[in-house]
């Protein structure tokens, strides 16, 4: 039955076949690439157009009408909103759930915890705007439950999203709060645990639970269902592990 049942749907997908338009939220940017060439594997047919960009701006747009299809989002505070209002016609569910690393391009002595920030040598830290990142948010939970957040908010250098934070932590600041997936891309092989980047103590701040939905833009489309199960799948939940994340 199960394979009469997949034979069914790459049936339906191969007669649809053509283009789904994914909103993505900055810090998958990273595994993007290695989820889309597993689900082509799949469905060698469906091309995966995806919008990068901060969970709160893509949600804004979605309201707005953009024409995405299928919104993968930094938390779930956003496809819970769109979903409430009808926007997002599948119940939000977790993908995967995300971390806080620092990241410097200089060495740094992270057995300092958050107090590192404090220091002197310390001028700029780069930080995703908490309006519309998720990952920003929790970057300032982070500090305030951490009791530097007062003393070093005049160096923040904010982002728009977590993606533009990496590249601000090591060129227009000394360190920043960034999505630890970043740090498994290729590109990032030169920063070393411990001497440029450190995990954030998990203690200081909401686990970061990212969700998906499909959108109304996206209902009834079988190639956009076949993405949204491919992303609760195992293999998509290898990839992602591979990228740092947890996944439930």
């Known amino acids: ?134 990952y920003g948010k929790a970057a300032i939970e982070a500090m305030k439950n951490g009791g530097v957040l007062e003393e070093t908010e005049k160096k923040f250098v904010y982002a728009e999203s977590i993606s533009q934070t990496v590249s601000y932590a090591v060129t227009a600041a000394d360190i920043g709060f960034i999505a630890k997936s970043s740090l498994y891309s290729p590109k990032m092989a030169h920063f070393k645990e411990g001497v440029n980047w450190a995990d954030v103590d998990p203690k200081l701040y909401t686990p970061i639970n990212q969700g998906i939905v499909v959108l109304k833009n996206g209902e009834k489309n079988s190639e956009v269902a076949a993405f949204y199960t491919f992303m609760l799948s195992a293999k998509a939940k290898e990839i992602l592990l591979n990228y740092g994340y947890l996944v439930p």
């Open 1 to 134: 039955m199960k394979k009469i049942l997949l034979v069914l749907c790459l049936s339906l997908v191969s007669l649809n076949a053509g283009e789904i338009k994914i909103a993505v939220a900055a810090n998958v940017s990273y595994a993007m690439d290695e989820l889309k060439k597993a689900f082509h594997a799949l469905y060698p047919e469906t091309k995966v157009q995806v919008t990068l960009g901060s969970s709160g701006k893509l949600t804004a747009q979605i309201k707005n009408g953009a024409p995405y299809q299928l919104f993968m989002a930094a938390n779930m505070k956003y496809p819970e909103a769109l979903y409430k209002d009808g926007i997002a016609v599948t119940r939000p569910l977790v993908y995967a759930q995300g971390s806080l690393a620092y990241l410097s391009n200089k060495q740094q002595d992270f057995t300092k915890g958050i107090a590192l920030i404090k220091d002197a040598t310390i001028h700029k830290i780069a930080v995703a705007n908490p309006k519309t990142a998720p």
